[in-house]
């Protein structure tokens, strides 16, 4: 899913050293992004007690290369009580985190369309998996939108623009390719003070027990002709990680 931030500067990873020429890209549908407003946005999803529990223990004092979240599910058990569980993702080139924080709720009415009206009350956890990452180091390259045929005429909305909830459709076809299906994806937009687009997407997908491979893509463009259609034609800077995982190892953390 991608989330619009406002008034943020874009925390954007720089693509690795040794970067390769720009790779051409192949003349496909434009697929767009169904954004949506989200006042916390990617990582910062996770409750903020959560991501200082984890940092304080300090499982992400580092830079991550890509990092995220799942929808939030709330819960309730037999008894009546309520929690919301938040999953998220977290990799840098020496780990990959996965985090379930469980936050206890507390239901205090009901609404007029009947659903319980719940805050977050005291206490939750937070579950961490961790696996060593080891392997070659991170490869970054420059991919380029192939320029119209001679001859066509640019317009405001491409033909066949199409909208999507899956943001790693905006990515070339080849990175698709070798990403493959995402076992997790998010997309960033960010507006900079001189105007137009920045534009984050990371994910990640586990190919097996012991492999991974992660993508972390960065692309911006100005106003001209528009905002759309110069992000739309932007280059994306693209880096690639496929590491090796290591055994699991569980730690539970109170928020």
């Known amino acids: 899913m991608g989330f619009l931030a406002r008034r943020t500067t874009p925390p954007v990873p720089e693509p690795a050293t040794g970067s390769s020429p720009p790779a051409p890209g192949t003349p496909e549908q434009t697929a ?17 007690p959560a991501r200082a529990a984890l940092t304080r223990a300090g499982h992400t004092t580092g830079a991550a290369l890509a990092a995220g979240t799942w929808a939030p599910t709330t819960r309730r058990d037999p008894a009546g009580r309520y929690w919301r569980d938040t999953d998220a993702w977290w990799i840098e080139t020496t780990r990959l985190l ?16 009947g659903r319980p009206q719940l805050r977050r009350g005291r206490g939750g956890h937070v579950q961490v ?15 380029s939108r192939p320029p119209p045929p001679p001859g ?15 943001v790693v459709d905006v990515l ?4 698709q390719t070798e990403l493959g299906p995402p076992t997790g994806q998010i997309a960033i937009r960010h507006y900079p003070a001189h105007g137009g687009h920045h534009d984050q997407v990371l994910a990640f997908r586990r190919i097996s027990p012991t492999e991974l491979i992660a993508v972390a893509a960065v692309r911006e463009a100005g106003a001209y002709p528009d905002p759309d259609t110069a992000i739309d034609a932007a280059d994306w800077h693209i ?13 539970e953390l109170q928020m």
Do not use: C, F
């Open 239 to 251: 880096t690639t990680y496929r590491p090796q995982l290591g055994p699991p190892t569980s730690t």
């Open 152 to 166: 066509s005429a640019a317009t405001q909305e491409p033909a066949g623009a199409r909208l999507t909830e899956r």
């Open 32 to 48: 767009r992004i169904r954004w949506h407003q989200s006042e916390h946005v990617g990582w910062n999803k996770l409750p903020a």
């Open 98 to 113: 996965i985090v379930r924080a469980r936050e206890t709720l507390i239901h205090h009415g009901t609404s007029d369309d």
């Open 172 to 175: 070339p076809r080849a990175v």
């Open 129 to 143: 998996t961790t696996h060593q990452l080891s392997g070659p180091a991170p490869t970054g390259q420059r991919w």
